[in-house]
């Protein structure tokens, strides 16, 4: 079992930026793929970014691609997501999810995830 939970989630203008954080208990956390989705009202939920245990590969959604950048430092169990260029679109509660085999950019394959974080970008 992985237990995760994020932090970092606010109101901000656009242009602005937001550093979201997800800390990991339970499972050895340098074994576990991580990933970032968000869900906005009326819609489904959607991958935004995903990094591999080790660190060394990462996936990005093309609508966040030049702007967020996911990072992990498995020393502090903890993977963050640093979003600068923040766009009214990406306003949506964020989640943080994480799986035990290799990373992917599917929401289905992953078996944890956080209570979610909301993230409001205003115009």
């Known amino acids: 079992q992985v237990q995760l939970v994020e932090a970092g989630g606010g109101l901000v203008q656009a242009g602005g930026s937001l550093r979201l954080s997800c800390a990991a208990s339970?499972?050895?956390?340098?074994?576990?793929?991580l990933g970032w989705f968000r869900q906005a009202p009326g819609k489904e939920r959607e991958f935004v970014s995903a990094?591999?245990?080790?660190?060394?590969?990462?996936h990005y959604a093309d609508s966040v691609k030049g702007r967020f950048t996911i990072s992990r430092d498995n020393a502090k169990n903890t993977v963050y997501l640093q979003m600068n260029s923040l766009k009214p679109q990406d306003t949506a509660v964020y989640y943080c999810?994480?799986?035990?085999?290799?990373?992917?950019?599917?929401?289905?394959?992953?078996?944890?995830w956080g209570q979610g974080t909301q993230v409001t970008v205003s115009s």
């Open positions: 999810a994480g799986r035990t085999f290799g990373v992917t950019t599917y929401y289905a394959d992953y078996n944890y």
């Open positions: 339970g499972r050895a956390f340098s074994n576990v793929a």
């Open positions: 990094i591999s245990s080790s660190g060394g590969r990462t």
